[in-house]
């Protein structure tokens, strides 16, 4: 992680582990869920359990501060919302871990085997679905949804750290988007570079060797508007020449065709006299209908 995204991550656990719970159950429960942390988590859940038995301390007028107790010891089925709620903040501060580097998210509990598996169970009831599995010999539950880990983290209670956290990734997700489509339209320029050269030869092709001139007076048409609008559309060139685009796509069609198949054709019957103001040209043509 950059030091930007390493400083981020430590403000939001900051903010979690300012969170004293008013109730006395769930401040239990936040014990509960910061019992066995891994060793480097040792110092900040040592300070936060100590916070937390002073204020338990303070509303319950206790000499003596709780101490964390094992995991075993929550009832999970039986806790309500609230208490569940503290639990699962104070298992993350003791056990879990959040990653942002290279634009991604991963979020990962590191706890016993058996524990692990249930508490992907319960991810799931919860409509966060996880997934889990064994790191040497350790249980290992992540996320790498961020809509999954904006989720959890709101409802562990983060403030300003999340905010600026959802924002980052939201602008990660514009970025990606505009290069998307920016990266799509390039292609489809060059498909259709690409095409209009194509076209073009061909139209070159029939023109060279006298085809072009007995082809129905639609196509003649077309090959003139490409040849004036090598970049133009065929909705575009439809547009221009009051055809149907159909009609457009059925005369390059035909004379991609025939460039391609250079015996056909000949020796067919030439065509009648051409009606009234076939011969015209392109600008002729354009000039009449407006």
Known sequence: MTTAERDLVDSLRAELAAIVPPRRCCREAELAGLAGASERRRRTTIRLGLRLGRAHSDHAGEETAP???????????????????SYLRGRFLGHGSLSLASGRTHLEFVLPVEEARVLCERFGEMDMPAAWRIRRGRGVVTWKSVETVGTFFKLLGGGAALLELESRQVSRSVRGDLNRIINAESANLVRAVAASAHQLEAIDSLESDGRLARQPYVVRLVADARREEP??????LAERLGLHRSAVQRAIDRIERLALHPDEGIGRRRPGPARPGSAATLSEFTRKRL
């Open 67 to 85: 101490t964390p107790a094992a995991p075993a010891d929550f009832g999970w089925a039986r806790a309500a919302e609230h208490c569940r709620v």
């Open 231 to 236: 970049e133009a559309t065929f909705t575009e």
